[in-house]
């Protein structure tokens, strides 16, 4: 079973960017679909992008245009870089598999208005 362990979230002000990590204990990232997940406060966990084995990415509407995902395959690591951060954009964020297996501690990143 690959594990997952996020990092580099904090407490940012609106319009400020993150760049979260995501590390994976074993090479996935050119052969899967790995998401980058979130669970605000009170809703359920949501899909916010994905980066596929070919290295093309989709996004949650909510984010378009504002996140983007990386990867370096050498490092067994995904990024995901948080642009005009907003308070809605506060949540726990997860990386995992397409459908997600064991999940990892997560990073919390806060956003204040």
């Known amino acids: 079973q690959v594990q997952f362990v996020e990092s580099g979230g904090g407490l940012v002000q609106a319009g400020g960017s993150l760049r979260l990590s995501c590390a994976a204990s074993?090479?996935?990232?050119?052969?899967?679909?790995i998401g980058w997940y979130r669970r605000a406060p009170g809703k359920q966990r949501e899909l916010v992008g994905v980066i596929r084995g070919d290295g093309s990415t989709s996004y949650a509407d909510s984010v378009d245009g504002r996140f983007t995902i990386s990867r370096d395959s050498t490092k067994n690591t995904m990024y995901l870089q948080m642009n005009s951060l907003k308070p809605e954009d506060t949540a726990v964020y997860y990386c995992?598999?397409?459908?997600?297996?064991?999940w990892g501690p997560g990073t919390q990143v806060t956003v204040s208005s």
């Open positions: 074993a090479s996935v990232f050119n052969s899967e679909a």
């Open positions: 995992n598999r397409l459908p997600p297996g064991y």
